[in-house]
């Protein structure tokens, strides 16, 4: 048994930030390979903290959702997996032991030499005429594989020279250029570099945005897919702008190569993680019997279960949006019925007007998406198995910009958390209240908190800055 985990870096305001780990889990899903495949993420649920529990197998490889290395991956990540060690991934990765199950963490799919593969799908999707060895119509193509490029990140920019270099190789283009949005050699100066009458712009960038749909066409004067530029210093020359990299479906295959070469010879995997099946067998045995979980409400019908918010309890099924997939119940829970992303599931702020009904495996992974975590962590807190993380030591693991809640006073933390954490279901373990009964036997709010979340840790830090600005104003 093989368990895949997705690592993005979601947000705790913009929905759509988590969208690229769902998509690609999906595709690699749909192949089969690996028995399951989990998303991650640093500020959505299940968190980094969590994910591990989240998986079924005792085979995990842990893949990084970033374009290059840095100081998510590098920090980050394996800090709050607690892989024990900072700093440089090796190449064939690292591989621990945690909590009885082999974790193996990779470096980034962006620094995969597969990488070049994907950009040149890219070109070829503005450039038709890009045949296998170079463009079939004979007119000379210039390359520019384009990075956002920071001072404060050597490595970002090495993956593009790289990239660059290896495609240089192949000999598709006449020409291949490195360049960069906000270092230099900077891609506004193209013109005065590229000699041929044709340039693709490529941009390495993980997903669109701002840089891509904005910021490059306007500094570059885009105006489309194909743009003409009757006079440059080289004379006429036409610029082909792709999508960027990692948007791109070939992004998969990247994944599933490093999946394989973190596994090295392979063998028969691991087997089913014990603890893990032990808390989704008493989730089921409570389902069976019907059941409500926080917000939801688990119905037992001929064989399927019907899930819904509890508060559309009666209401005829044809009065509801029906759903048939987990990923149908993911994609709604994801939002308030106002339309506001939720970075953190147990918030009372469950959607209505939905229900969906699904056989048992479905169920099983449409609760984790409803409540990421929840049912394992719920099972080890009845088992004595949850160790609650104290806020001092959470907040001593902050680094980067989140280390300033170090300098949060004890009340103050309690000030945030009662604002916050008011709106949760969870119960804070980490503060030292007790929870002595959980949806797991029959209190449908009963789950447990066993560390603060990024969201009030987020919010703790914002508290900080205030008082920080109140006092020096
Ligand atoms: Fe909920 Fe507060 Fe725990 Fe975050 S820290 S999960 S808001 S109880």
Sequence with gaps: MRSLVLIGHGSHLNGESAVAAYRYAELIRAR???????????????????????????????????????????????????????????????????GGRTVRYTLPYGVHPGMADVIVARAREVLPELGPDGPADGIETALIVLGHGTTRNENSSRVIYENAARLRERGLFSEVHALFLDEEPRVTGWADLVRAPRVVIVPFFASEGWHTLETIPEELGLSGVVTPFADTPHGPQQVHYA?????????????????????????????????????????????????????????????????????????PGGDLMTLVTPEGVRDRVRFTDGGEHRPVHTLRSLPRGWRAVLNEADLRRAVHYTYPAVVEETYAHGCHALRPTPWATTARRQTGIYAKVQRAVPEQVERVAERVCAACLRTRLWAGEHLTHSFLDGVPGGMPCAEACTFLVAEVRAEVARKKAASAS
């Excluded at 893949?63 to 290395?69: L, V």
């Excluded at 392979?266 to 014990?274: A, K, L, Q, V, W």
């Design 243 to 315: 999508r960027p990299v990692g948007t791109h479906a070939a992004v998969a295959e990247v994944i599933l190569h490093l999946a394989e070469e973190a596994r090295g010879a392979g063998g028969p995997g691991g087997d089913t993680e014990r603890g893990h099946e032990a808390a989704w067998q008493a989730f089921l045995t409570l389902a069976r019997r019907g059941a409500r979980v926080g917000e939801l409400l688990v119905t037992p019908e001929l064989g399927v279960f019907e899930i819904r918010n509890a508060l559309d309890e009666g209401r």
């Design 32 to 98: 089969g390979l690996f028995d399951e495949v989990i998303e991650g993420y640093w500020k959505e649920e299940p968190s980094l903290r969590q994910v591990l529990r989240t998986t079924a197998s005792t085979d995990v490889t842990v893949i990084p959702m970033f374009i290059s290395e840095g100081y998510f991956t590098e920090t980050v990540i394996p800090r709050e997996l607690g892989l024990g060690h900072q700093g440089p991934v090796p190449p064939e990765g690292i591989a621990r032991v945690i």
